[in-house]
């Protein structure tokens, strides 16, 4: 590729150390897909003729069916694989192969192939996702109006219906799925025909080799266009908050699955056990996805790192940019079938969920009933709270302290306070949209329902 500049051959560890193509080799249908357009528009700039050019498409057709047919031969010499390809094209289609490459370089090459790739990934990413929220919501439906202990610093808070939980993390992965379209924009931007640094000498049309290769635009100057990586950085941030959003699902999981709560029982085909003990039932899957997270997060600072000090235009750090997203996009392929998996085949149990609901969640509701009597908020705040230490003194429930009890701390007390211990008729009364009453987890349901229906999947750059 560059052999005419030097002298003597390049030194083996170093050749090793230069090389990407043990990571970058899986890029090679972006490459190809990306020559074939370049080939196309050899012909419009008047470079090679039109039976050149089948030539060149014809041979990297073939290039194309070995690789995808596993029996691509590589070779020491393959320093990338764009440097893989060619070679290949050159052993298949002759002389003409040396003309491929006109007018075009490996840095606005890459940063071409590096953009098609990853609209893959972020499409894939989108697909992943929809099934976890798919599988939310139908655990959402299935649960009906079944109630179980809302939390706050996981602590028991008030009630809320199992299906408002289980929504509660639908929206966060609708959130993610919204972050990678508007990224897959940002990266449907086409680099090619900026060359090295300056930009093409050759009369190609980049408006069409952008629509030829699915791009929605072309990038404005040819130095960035080369060193550009936001877009990489945007994916891999989005990809290290789903593993967040991943690890907050399977933390209350990995919780609610335990002896001491029993909320939720784990499917067998998610869970493992234990090489000493019988009795074991581990959450693996979820304690697994929560550990993913780490890696993710570990994804991004990699690339943020080698990303900022460098000079303007092309680098060879910019190397170091695919292993991050390889293995952020390799994470989440596998990650989130799982997570969709290990959700859709859980079984609430709606009787130890409503074993768990005490009367003390119902204190607000308490001071809200002094409220609706005239009771300024922080009057009836301190009045509850009283009474709630003092059914911890007693041992009791806050319900069982008798009504003359709830007299003497306030006269606002009434004969029907006691209807206020009531967890169903809690849920019931918080019915503003976004809360957990039935009617609003309902048409927070439908609402789920039409994102799942009309949120289209970013594009993949075909």
Not at 284 to 311: C, H, N, Q, W, Y
Request: charged share 25%; aromatic share 6%.
């Amino acid at each position: 590729m560059w052999g005419g500049r030097f002298s003597e051959g390049i030194d083996a560890l170093m050749a090793r150390f230069n090389s990407s193509f043990p990571f970058d080799r899986r890029m090679w249908d972006e490459d190809i897909r990306g020559s074939m357009a370049w080939a196309r528009q050899l012909v419009h700039a008047g470079v090679i003729t039109a039976d050149e050019c089948d030539a060149l498409l014809a041979g990297l057709d073939t290039v194309r069916a070995e690789f995808a047919a596993g029996q691509f031969a590589a070779q020491d010499t393959d320093e990338d694989i764009h440097t893989a390809v060619e070679r290949r094209l050159g052993e298949i289609a002759g002389s003409v192969a040396g003309k491929l490459h006109t007018g075009r370089s490996r840095n606005d090459q890459v940063a071409t192939d590096i953009r098609l790739w990853m609209l893959g990934a972020v499409q894939r990413a989108d697909h992943g996702l929809r099934a976890v929220q798919a599988a939310l919501l139908n655990q959402a439906e299935v649960a009906g109006n079944a109630l179980l202990p809302g939390y706050t610093h996981l602590q028991r808070a008030q009630p809320v219906l199992l299906a408002h939980w289980l929504l509660s993390h639908f929206w966060p992965f609708q959130r993610d799925r919204e972050r990678l379209a508007d990224c897959a924009k940002r990266t449907a931007v086409l680099p090619l025909g900026s060359g090295a640094i300056a930009g093409t000498p050759l009369a190609v049309d980049r408006a069409a080799l952008a629509a030829d290769l699915g791009m929605a635009a072309i990038a404005p100057n040819s130095i960035d266009a080369v060193s550009d990586r936001d877009f990489a950085v945007e994916f891999l941030s989005c990809a290290a908050l789903i593993g967040v959003h991943l690890s907050r699902l399977a933390e209350d999981m990995v919780i609610y699955s335990s002896a001491e709560f029993g909320f939720v029982v784990l499917a067998d085909a998610y869970s493992t056990g234990s090489s000493l003990m019988p009795q074991k039932k581990n959450p693996d899957s979820f304690e697994l996805l929560r550990g993913k997270s780490g890696r993710l997060i570990g994804d991004l600072m990699a690339l943020l790192t080698v990303l900022k000090g460098l000079p303007s235009a092309y680098d060879k750090d910019l190397q170091e940019d695919k292993e991050p997203l390889f293995d952020a996009a390799d994470t989440l392929d596998l990650a989130l079938p799982v997570a969709a998996g290990a959700v859709a085949t859980a079984r609430f149990r709606h009787d130890r969920m409503r074993a768990a609901l005490d009367d003390a969640m119902l204190a607000t509701d308490v001071a809200d009933y002094l409220v609706e009597r005239g009771v300024p908020f922080r009057e009836a705040h301190r009045v509850v709270g009283g009474l709630v230490r003092e059914a911890e003194r007693r041992g009791v429930s806050l319900a069982a302290l008798p009504v003359d009890m709830f007299r003497a701390a306030h006269p606002a007390c009434a004969d029907d306070l006691p209807h206020v211990f009531d967890f169903a008729r809690s849920a019931a009364m918080r019915r503003v949209p976004g809360a957990t009453a039935p009617e609003a987890v309902q048409a927070q349901m439908a609402q789920a329902r039409r994102c799942l229906a009309s949120h289209e999947a970013p594009a993949d750059g075909r």
